[in-house]
């Protein structure tokens, strides 16, 4: 059955990095956009980052850039979230989707907890 599934979450002290893994099962990561959300508690759902699958391109919020980046690789088939200089507001359930035109795939989430 397809699905996405994610890995890398962690508890770390400010400062610390963590990547962040999404394995899709059933599909190719290069048929779609791969993108990373955050969930925290009583909050909405936030966008984080994405990857065009047409083009390669990432886009990354404003308040993750130059701390976090995606990636993607094809061997592997897999999509990355890395991230560097976590914050405690960094802290949540990080989410791994994939998209296209037909299909939307959602993962359970792993979460990071950052905190001293």
């Known amino acids: 059955q397809e699905r996405l599934v994610e890995s890398g979450g962690g508890s770390v002290r400010p400062g610390a990095s963590l990547r962040l893994s999404c394995i899709p099962w059933g599909f190719n990561v290069d048929q779609y956009d791969m993108t990373w959300f955050r969930q925290v508690p009583g909050k909405e759902r936030e966008f984080v980052a994405t990857?065009?699958?047409?083009?390669?391109?990432?886009n990354v919020s404003d308040s993750v850039k130059d701390r976090f980046f995606i990636s993607e690789d094809h061997d592997t088939n897999a999509a990355y979230l890395q991230m560097y200089d976590l914050r405690p507001e960094d802290t949540a359930l990080y989410i791994c989707?994939?998209?296209?035109?037909?299909?939307?795939?959602w993962g359970q989430g792993t979460r990071v907890t950052v905190s001293s």
């Open positions: 990857i065009n699958r047409f083009n390669g391109h990432p």
């Open positions: 989707s994939a998209r296209n035109d037909e299909k939307t795939y």
